[in-house]
């Protein structure tokens, strides 16, 4: 098995907000054994460089009809300042068709916004950055009923955020793909959730046992 993560990205992209599980994902430094296989790929509108929120420019590494989509895709939607620019209603578009086929949605701050604004959250549980937030920039907003107040929510093959969530929202994507043991993921998330020691120590104990 081979999960193909692809990052949505876009100009004003939160960069804080994907760190943590893209460098996990990336990187495998914590993957247990048997862990399946993961690329992780940029995909933008087009090849053309653009900004982060942080001032970092990031070449795509491919394009929107480049995505496979099928159960073993997964879809990262970051924050940004320019959601609600219309090229990006495609990727929104290809977000419908990443749940519909059972693959994995990611969706994290002001990409939550435009999930919303498309109607992809008014029947599966979510969060963002409070359901006011929701109303006020979300026109077509209608799952109210199915808002959760947490910094992150998973939902089978959704997995939403608030921008304050980014933590959790990776914990949540690496236990959702299967990629660490258990206890290493519990040490890993309390270690950076605390910055205490003891969680540290227990999350390089957990890869030294063999696992």
């Known amino acids: 098995m081979m999960f193909k993560v ?32 993961v690329s992780v790929k940029t995909v933008g509108i087009s090849k053309e460089p653009l900004k982060t929120m942080g001032g970092l420019s990031i070449v795509p590494d491919c394009v929107l ?4 989509v099928d159960g ?3 879809l990262l939607l970051p924050g940004a300042n320019t959601w609600d620019r219309p090229e990006h209603g495609a990727i929104i578009q290809k977000a419908g068709e990443f749940l519909s086929a059972g693959a994995v949605v990611c969706a994290i701050c002001g990409a939550t916004a435009a999930l919303a604004n498309a109607g992809l959250l ?25 808002y959760v107040d947490q910094p ?16 959790l929202w990776a914990k949540q994507i690496i236990e959702r793909l299967n990629v660490f043991q258990p206890d290493t993921l519990e ?3 309390a270690y950076f959730s605390t910055g205490e020691a003891q969680h ?4 390089m104990q957990t890869l030294s046992a063999g696992q």
């Open 6 to 37: 692809y990052v949505y990205v876009l100009d004003t992209l939160a960069d804080w907000e994907l760190g943590y599980v893209t460098a996990e994902l990336n990187s495998r430094r914590f993957f247990k054994k048997d862990a399946p296989g």
């Open 200 to 203: 540290f120590f227990a999350l």
């Open 72 to 74: 073993e895709s997964v």
């Open 122 to 146: 008014d029947n599966r549980m979510h969060t963002s950055n409070g359901v006011g937030y929701l109303e006020m920039v979300s026109p077509g907003y209608k799952g109210q009923d199915f």
């Open 187 to 189: 040490a890993w998330y």
């Open 65 to 68: 009809d480049e995505l496979a």
């Open 152 to 167: 992150s929510a998973a939902d089978h093959n959704l997995i939403t955020a608030g921008s304050a969530g980014a933590l």
